[in-house]
């Protein structure tokens, strides 16, 4: 029996581009299989002394992995961009220009 490739390409442009999201462009790409099956692929290979914390990754992060909610399809600061994990996700553009001018004033550009 083979296993498909389409976990494996997952995991291969995941860790290649150390994420979820393009290396160029930053445009979001999700498993091309549905969750249960990623699921399956994903558990096989995980230690019985170690399923529980696997369920709790998984549980954590499958809803995110394959949304593709406007704001998470792609990376970028402030609401109508996209997501960051460098700010928070309540900080605009605006925000980040003032912290900016803030900093440069102080010399800490």
Partial sequence: NLVSPKPLMYVAAFYGSMGNYKSFGDTKFIPDLPPGKFYSFLSGGVPS???EL???YWKS???RMYSLLP????L???S???VTTYFSSNCEASDSDLATQ????KGQS
Avoid at 71 to 74: A, I, K, L, T, V
């Fill in 49 to 51: 002394d170690q399923k």
């Fill in 54 to 56: 696997f369920e709790e």
């Fill in 61 to 63: 992060s499958c809803v």
């Fill in 71 to 74: 704001r998470q399809r792609q």
């Fill in 76 to 78: 970028g600061l402030g």
């Fill in 80 to 82: 109508a961009q996209g």
């Fill in 102 to 105: 803030f900093l440069e004033s």
